[in-house]
């Protein structure tokens, strides 16, 4: 069989850790690719190269039998190559048809500048509207359509490009189950066409009802490539999961107590998070494990009240929250670490003593009109930043920016603790951050529920849930699917539980489409 | 120098161990635009250059003349320094400076002339020809002048509660609080000053509490216009101002809760911080501030004037910005905001030395803003090391 697309040896590392290794791979011409694996697992890194957005560090590319040296993404789309991500590139407050043609208006003769053809523009979109079966007027606006139309218009503007291999980044993750099933048979009938796909989800059903071959991905490698008759939803989640790595954790030194910290009674806010029933305990490290989009961090934002709820209880300590807000959350002793250290957690560029003291600046205040009692909340913060070892300069002076990730998740954590709180919701406290670096953070979450401190531990790495949690909590799709105690921890039953591996009556829905 | 490659390591030692001038005039330039008084370096270096070509810079009567010139302007930059930090902008303190400088005047003048100010819709209720509300009462400076400050303050609650219950952008909103006091004021008046105010009131802008006299000391009689102005009452009000509010940057809860909203204002609302009450009491204290600057500009004319602030806006920035204070939020001080009003003071003591027409003295103010802004990009670029912000 020919291959499209040919990758040889290919190889992408970053600061020393390869997110793509050694990879060959032929895509095969006219034919639909699945393409699976764990997030973190090279998947994307990979589409990028082949994308031109990153450039490999080695190994190379053939397109079409040339060699294919992509420098920029406008390098891929003028050698044939189109993406639909997840999340849409779409200009919505611009109409179907100027969406199509951006960036390649069709002009009329002799007036370089001015001279967009209208009509032409017109009449193409409306043919290519028709072969993705979108019956629309191409000059309506984006922002009236629904996302599944908004997915056919890009996959209409990939035609237009003329796209030989068209890249699917999970296009079903904000799609309806009728949407859904349009996709597929757009998708079948471009195959039909020729046009080469490679579709990417996390949604094993579809993958294996939708493509011709399958390739796994795991920690940067690919371990597996063939025809779909070889594969079974079993087999995927074996081959994703693997039982290569295992890494070390520091040996919990203490045990849950029955006290609750925190309960959560049916909290439901429609669109995130439906019915969600959770508790922490004193001592406890309770992890919350889902994958992208499974409404882990809505969670966390909601229980801390940075967003809102339309129903259920919060029960802190005994006490039902009626009306939640962050300050409260703080009166209330909870703590949150988020996910997005630049973002939301830190202030990069003041010191990172300035940063330690943020939250506590009103305990550390002298009575009256709030004068900072500035010797004693330098011995604390002093005292947090020994406590945590935050390895860097002066903190006074040395910026937050200066530090590395793992040290900068430090200062976060130090920046909690001068709060005395009792429960620490942590998103994703490891990402990003070097092995060495992982392990301390794992100690110090050790050590908090040592303590007696509760610990909400929200992460999409399995293993590090396995080796620090007590419980582990699945969420999926927004809902809490299922709950795993230390003594029945099971990879794959809790990886077939986050990707609804049971829920047979979703997944049959796409398996019976007829192929 | 771990940069240095191995084959030069053979090379005399000296080139080694210190880098070439070049890179040190670079490093030096560069320690010189990162430090906190640069812009205090650049004032005086810019006024003796200047004052070579014109001498009488440096007399005594000028000298004395800019240090009164320097207290109004600081007064009202202290306010966009606090707004500025928080990474919003006041465009409206031009307005609230007329506004209140209105109704000092409604509540002051102590006679009004029935052919002047006889359309004013105030005429016949506030406004009488036996002048303002309070007209000879002994208390009316005191109610005006924390009147004045009150409606300054009022109009930075609008501001405030419109940027941060509505998350309108404060450059809208400040732009829309400016057209339309501004235009206000304007109609309160009909565009005529309100005149007579009483002496004690002119004091605060005009008054000294201690002056000098240079002269030989010839007769026991010394005339008013040749004494020097040291300490005046607008200068006790404005370090008065200065220090409060040094203080409650570099000391209070609020102050750092101000630099983090600015910093970064959704890490700073997760870490607890009342984004929201800061953001609208730091617009409160920017038009309190404007309408102090109100009652000093004020009794420096002699009138409540409708147009007031109308040409200030561009001062007020770029003063403040030139002394150091971020555009981009998180950063700034009193005292940068001070040497930034001494930088601009001179510049325009010297512009009006050289007899340029009015037209002239804005395009080169214009041009220093300017200047000001590329510096504050550049410091952000040298301190995010080498990326534009």
New interface residues.
């Given amino acids: 069989m020919t291959a499209l697309l040919t990758l040889q040896s290919i190889s992408k590392a970053f600061f020393g850790v390869y997110a793509v290794r050694d990879v060959t791979l032929n895509v095969p011409a006219g034919r639909i690719l699945g393409l699976i694996g764990q997030n973190g697992a090279g998947k994307s890194t990979l589409m990028n190269l082949i994308g031109g957005v990153l450039a490999p560090d080695a190994g190379s590319m053939t397109f079409d039998g040339k060699p294919y040296v992509p420098r920029t993404p406008s390098d891929a789309v003028s050698a044939g190559i189109a993406f639909i991500h997840q999340e849409l590139n779409l200009f919505t407050n611009l109409s179907i048809a100027e969406n199509i043609f951006l960036g390649a208006f069709p002009q009329r003769r002799g007036f370089p500048f001015v001279g967009i053809d209208r009509a032409a523009m017109r009449r193409q979109s409306e043919a290519l509207l028709e072969a993705v079966d979108l019956k629309v007027k191409p000059e309506s606006p984006v922002e009236q359509l629904a996302p599944g139309e908004r997915q056919l218009v890009e996959i209409a503007k990939a035609l237009q490009l003329d796209a030989r291999l068209i890249i699917f980044d999970e296009p079903t993750t904000s799609l309806t189950t009728r949407e859904t099933r349009k996709l597929f048979e757009i998708m079948q009938r471009l195959r039909e066409r020729g046009t080469t796909l490679i579709y990417i989800s996390h949604i094993l059903n579809d993958v294996l009802s939708l493509a011709d071959e399958i390739a796994v991905m795991r920690d940067g490698e690919l371990i597996a490539h063939a025809p779909r008759v070889e594969f079974d939803a079993s087999r995927m989640i074996s081959l994703m999961v693997g039982y290569s790595l295992d890494q070390l954790f520091p040996p919990r030194t203490s045990t849950p107590t029955q006290t609750p910290l925190l309960t959560l009674k049916g909290i439901s806010q429609p669109g995130i998070v439906k019915d969600i029933g959770l508790t922490v305990n004193a001592g406890e490290v309770v992890g919350l494990f889902g994958l992208m989009g499974s409404g882990r961090t809505e969670l966390a934002r909601i229980i ?1 009240g ?1 967003d809102s709820f339309a129903s259920g209880e919060i029960v802190i300590g005994g006490e039902v929250l009626r009306h939640t807000s ?2 409260e959350s ?1 009166r209330n002793r909870i703590a ?1 670490v ?1 996910e997005n250290r630049r ?8 010191a990172i003593a ?1 940063n330690i ?3 506590s ?2 305990r550390y ?1 002298l009575p009256g ?4 009692d ?1 010797p004693r909340l330098e011995r604390a913060v002093g005292q947090a930043a020994n406590q945590l070892q935050i390895k860097s300069g002066n903190i006074e002076r040395q910026a937050a920016k200066a530090l590395s990730g793992g040290n900068q998740q430090k200062v976060v954590i130090a ?1 909690w603790l001068l ?1 005395e709180p009792s429960l620490f919701i942590m998103d994703e406290p490891t990402r990003g951050i070097d092995v060495g670096a992982k392990y301390e953070i794992y100690s110090i979450i050790n050590t908090l529920a040592a303590e007696g401190n509760g610990v909400l531990f929200i992460s999409s790495e399995i293993e590090e849930l396995m080796g620090m949690c007590d419980r582990i909590v699945v969420m999926s799709q927004g809902e809490i699917y299922g709950e795993f105690t230390r003594a029945d921890f099971d990879k794959e039953a809790i990886l077939r539980t986050a990707f609804r591996e049971q829920a047979t009556q979703k997944a049959g829905d796409h398996a019976a489409d007829p192929a | 120098m771990t940069s240095v490659p191995q084959r030069l390591s053979s090379a005399p030692r000296s080139t080694a161990s210190t880098p070439p001038l070049p890179r040190r005039l670079w490093n030096a330039l560069r320690g010189l635009l990162l430090s906190e008084y640069f812009i205090l370096y650049l004032s005086i270096a810019y006024f003796l250059l200047i004052s070579l070509f014109f001498p009488t810079l440096l007399e005594p009567s000028n000298l004395s003349n800019q240090l009164t010139n320097i207290w109004p302007l600081l007064t009202i930059a202290i306010g966009q320094t606090f707004v500025l930090i928080i990474a919003g902008i006041d465009l409206s303190q031009g307005s609230v400076m007329a506004i209140c400088s209105v109704v000092g005047g409604v509540i002051l003048s102590t006679s009004l002339s029935k052919s002047v100010m006889s359309n004013s819709p105030l005429w016949g209720t506030l406004l009488t020809e036996k002048g303002g509300i309070l007209s000879g009462d002994p208390n009316a400076v005191l109610v005006a002048v924390l009147l004045m400050v009150a409606v300054g303050a009022l109009i930075g609650f609008i501001n405030g509660t419109a940027i941060t219950r509505f998350n309108m952008p404060p450059f809208m909103v400040t732009l829309v609080s400016l057209l339309f006091f501004s235009a206000f004021a304007i109609y309160l008046t009909q565009s005529r000053n309100i005149a007579n105010l009483p002496d004690s009131f002119l004091r605060l802008g005009q008054g000294d509490i201690v002056s000098v006299y240079l002269g030989e000391k010839a007769t026991p009689q010394i005339k008013r216009t040749e004494l020097l102005s040291l300490v005046t009452y607008s200068a006790v009000i404005a370090v008065a101002l200065g220090v409060v509010a040094h203080f409650i940057l570099s000391r209070t809860v609020f102050g750092r809760q101000m630099y983090a909203i600015g910093t970064n204002r959704r890490a700073a609302e997760i870490s607890g911080v009342p984004t929201r009450r800061v953001i609208t009491l730091v617009y409160m204290f920017s038009g309190a501030c404007a309408g102090l600057a109100a009652v000093i500009y004020s009794a420096r004319l002699g009138a409540g004037r409708p147009t007031l602030g109308d040409n200030l806006l561009l001062d007020i920035i770029g003063a403040t910005v030139i002394g150091g204070t971020s555009l981009f939020g998180g950063k700034g001080k009193v005292l940068w905001t001070l040497f930034g009003v001494v930088f601009f003071t001179l510049l325009l003591n010297t512009l009006n030395q050289m007899r340029l027409s009015a037209f002239q003295i804005d395009a080169v103010k214009g041009s220093v803003i300017l200047l000001a802004a590329l510096i504050d990009v550049t410091r952000n670029r040298f301190l995010t090391g080498g990326r534009v912000a």
Avoid: D, W
Wanted: hydrophobic content about 50%; cysteine-free; overall charge negative.
């Fill in positions: 801390f940075l962050v300050r703080i949150f988020t973002e939301e957690g830190l202030l990069m560029t003041s300035e003291g943020l939250v600046l009103p205040a009109v709030q004068v900072v500035q920046k709060s």
